[in-house]
């Protein structure tokens, strides 16, 4: 099998900073003594408890229900007693109804849980089967795995691609699942393949993960098409990925399936053998917990719900030093500010950055440099929008194509005057959006 | 876990290692093998002539940036620039005040009262020398393009009697010198040596400052050009201000197109606006005024040009 070479244009190399956890094996963490497991984990509605407080729940037992069809099923992933259904912070700073379970540390397991064989099961089966074990996308973004994979009618697909780009500096998550458990992530876009009728299937991984390629590669037979992508940020940016192996654009304010691709997360595609097997519904995942400030960085696979700080503690703990937690990567994570908030499906990685490297710098005048415009994976002028997002015209908004700003932040990662131009940009977004709703009312 | 404070900020977590203070150290350190020719060629004088520039250019923009109650930004280095460039592109017969009143122009007019770093119109330095040139055109020209006491050569004597070196060197002067920038070959301090600012060059492109597009565009058109025009193309490359006005002053972020079509428009524009003053203006060089000219044009070419985005949908389709 030939493994092809593939990149897009624009990007950056920003430092990877790989090394803290790269060459570490995926370790189970035990549950711990609490679990707060949020309603909403996903894109779209947030799921509807259905249990009470008092409740003796099991292991993989439906806890909370789809709100609809972009939601997700939650489950328990403990056993134990419910204490709370409650109002908590999230990681993205807003409010979350949690369902809080004291664990009986039995992990006794609930009754529904049954092996499947997917070779036996027909399209629906298999997408009522990715509903209820509740797989969302694990690559960050949430999107709920069913909806996905039920394209619109007038979609053509001929691309079902398997992204193991892992792009974002510092995170090796997916890289130790891809070097570990290959067949998984190859068994996962096998399923995803029967449900949208391919033949072929396609699996991207950035060839800083040379470890990983050739393990997938052993676990590939001729159906899959392994691409060797090359080492830039955001490589695993969907569009960008969809870009790099098809050479095809997504269209501006479009879904991958606009032109025949759907991309899924190689932490998705292990989920979806995950439920397609063993009968597991997603109640674990894996986290990188990395940087200069914790005391030993990890590869952790973690319960749904555990707090952050029970996380941080079982690698050793913070530094002294230890200034900044991100939730997810350097590039697109959220920082963090209460160590209580849950890891959740979506939580990829743990950044812990010393006061060095979480230093601020001033930002001074804009020189014109235009190095925004060249790192920009979607073309962008980032300038100029930023520019005139602080003059509130929201016409050159329009103009400049603000909305189509995926946030990757490789234009402020590369700004020599240190703009804020991420944080501008979804302003500017806010701004068009706004005067858009205007117009329609 | 003990309570502690957590810095909390909006994505991107990392920053890349280059500044506006490490482009603008970048940009002096490209420029010191020109310097050290212009000083082997010049000595003291020349010395002396650069750091007033560079003096006269931070202590302006200091005391400017004092008056006008805002950040003082010298550390960025970008009044260090501008006071060399312009100390560069004048000739050593030129006194140290008239230097001196140059560069409080490019700083306190062109740069601070426009709005400070990233918001003039026009290159300071350039346009602090053609303020110069218009204010004190024998101190700017001519015979001040000699050290004194060395009007001896055949060479030099013709310098005194034409405009500029230019001029000078299209008679007999071996084509390896004018290329180092040794021997009989006269001009600014800074322009002498076209070896040395390709050296300058070279580096620019290395650390990632500058791209090749404008100063190869610029120097490409000035070779066809020349070429069309029956002119003598290694001479027209090396002599004058071209070498050190494509690399150096063309280049400037602020005032050159953000698009590399604009780029390339912009500096096929500098070719031809050149070529045209030297071969049939009434001034023998004009790599000034094009880079100016340009500059003023900049603007409309970021206007029209826009980098094509990503999944750009057709409006008809």
């Known amino acids: 099998m030939d493994i092809k070479h593939a990149t897009f244009k624009g990007g950056i190399h920003p430092s990877y900073n790989k090394h803290y956890t790269e060459k570490l094996p995926i370790e189970d963490m035990p549950a711990p003594k609490v679990v707060v497991i949020p309603m909403s984990q996903h894109i779209g509605a947030p799921a509807k408890p259905v249990v009470e407080v ?47 379970i ?89 399923i995803m393949m029967k449900v949208l009728g391919q033949s072929k299937g396609y699996i991207g991984i950035e060839d800083n993960k040379n470890d990983a390629i050739e393990a997938v590669k052993n676990a590939s037979d001729d159906s899959i098409e392994i691409y060797s992508l090359h080492t830039k940020y955001p490589q695993g940016g969907e569009k960008q990925l969809v870009n790099a192996i098809t050479g095809r654009e997504v269209p501006s304010g479009g879904l991958p399936a606009a032109v025949g691709c759907i991309v899924a997360n190689s932490g998705t595609a292990a989920a979806v053998y995950e439920a397609l097997t063993t009968g597991m519904p997603l109640i674990s995942r894996i986290v990188t917990v990395t940087g200069s400030g914790i ?147 | 876990m003990a309570e502690r404070q957590f810095t909390v900020s909006s994505s991107p977590h990392i920053r890349g290692n280059q500044t506006t203070q490490v482009i603008m150290r970048d940009v002096i350190i490209a420029l010191l093998p020109a310097c050290v020719m212009g000083i082997l060629q010049y000595g003291i004088k020349a010395i002396l002539l650069l750091a007033v520039g560079v003096a006269t250019a931070v202590a302006s923009e200091y005391l400017a940036q004092k008056v006008m109650k805002r950040p003082i930004t010298i550390t960025d280095l970008s009044a260090a620039v501008t006071g060399l460039l312009l100390a560069m592109n004048v000739p050593v017969g030129c006194p140290w005040w008239v230097l001196a009143i140059g560069c409080v122009f490019a700083i306190v007019i062109v740069k601070q009262l426009f709005g400070g770093l990233g918001c003039n119109f026009i290159n300071p330095a350039l ?73 300058g060059f070279a580096y620019l492109l290395w650390r990632k400052v500058i791209t090749y597009r404008i100063p190869v565009v610029y120097m490409g058109t000035v070779a066809v050009f020349s070429l069309l025009a029956g002119q003598n193309v290694p001479f027209q490359l ?80």
């Open chain 1, 54 to 100: 008092g409740q003796q729940v099991k292991m993989g037992q439906l806890i909370g229900e789809a709100g609809g069809f972009i939601s997700a099923n939650i489950h328990a992933s403990v056993s134990g007693t419910v204490t709370a259904i409650e109002t908590r912070t999230s990681f993205n700073g807003g409010k979350v109804t949690c369902v809080v």
């Open chain 1, 102 to 190: 004291e664990n009986d540390f039995t992990d006794t397991l609930d009754e529904s849980i049954q092996p499947k064989d997917w070779t036996t099961m027909d399209k629906d089966a298999i997408l009522q089967a990715i509903a209820d074990a509740g797989i969302v996308g694990l690559g960050g973004a949430t999107f709920p795995t069913r909806a996905k994979l039920i394209p619109s009618a007038d979609a053509v697909i001929d691309h079902m691609i398997i992204n193991g780009a892992e792009c974002e500096p510092y995170l090796t998550s997916d890289h130790a699942l891809m070097r570990e458990t290959p067949e998984k992530v190859v068994g996962g876009l096998k």
């Open chain 1, 295 to 441: 005391k030993t960085p990890k590869v952790l696979r973690f319960r749904i719900g555990t707090p952050t700080k029970d996380i941080l503690e079982y690698c050793g703990g913070l530094t002294d030093d230890c200034a900044k937690v991100v939730s997810g990567g350097p590039m697109m994570g959220f920082a963090q500010y209460d160590m209580e908030v849950p890891a959740t499906k979506g939580t990829s990685g743990l950044l812990c950055m010393n006061k060095a490297d979480a230093a601020i710098e001033e930002p001074s005048n804009c020189i014109r440099c235009a190095k925004c415009t060249v790192a920009c994976p979607m073309h962008l002028m980032p300038l100029y929008i930023a520019g005139y997002a602080e003059k509130g015209n929201v016409e050159q908004l329009e103009n400049y194509s603000a909305l189509d700003c995926i946030e990757c932040g490789s234009c402020a990662y590369v700004c020599p005057a240190r703009r804020p131009l991420v944080s501008t940009i979804r302003y500017a977004k806010r701004l068009v959006q706004a005067e858009r709703r205007k117009k329609q009312s």
């Open chain 2, 127 to 199: 346009a602090a020398r053609l303020f110069l040139v218009a204010s004190y055109p024998t101190r700017m020209t001519g015979s001040a393009f000699i050290p004194a006491g060395e009007v001896t050569s055949a060479a030099t004597a013709a310098t005194l009697t034409s405009a500029t070196p230019l001029v000078v060197g299209a008679e007999g002067t071996p084509l390896l010198d004018l290329f180092l920038g040794i021997g009989d070959i006269h001009g600014c301090i800074g322009e002498i040596s076209s070896a040395a600012l390709l050296i």
């Open chain 2, 238 to 317: 090396c002599a004058g201000g071209l070498m050190l006005g494509s690399i150096f002053m063309a280049t400037d972020y602020v005032t050159s197109p953000s698009t590399p079509l604009g780029e390339i428009i912009y500096a096929v524009g500098c070719g031809l606006m050149t070529c045209i003053i030297r071969f049939y203006g009434g001034y023998p060089e004009g790599v000034s005024y094009s880079i100016c000219f340009m500059n003023l044009v900049t603007p409309l070419l970021d206007k029209y040009i826009k980098a094509k985005k990503y999944g750009e949908v057709k409006k008809n389709a």
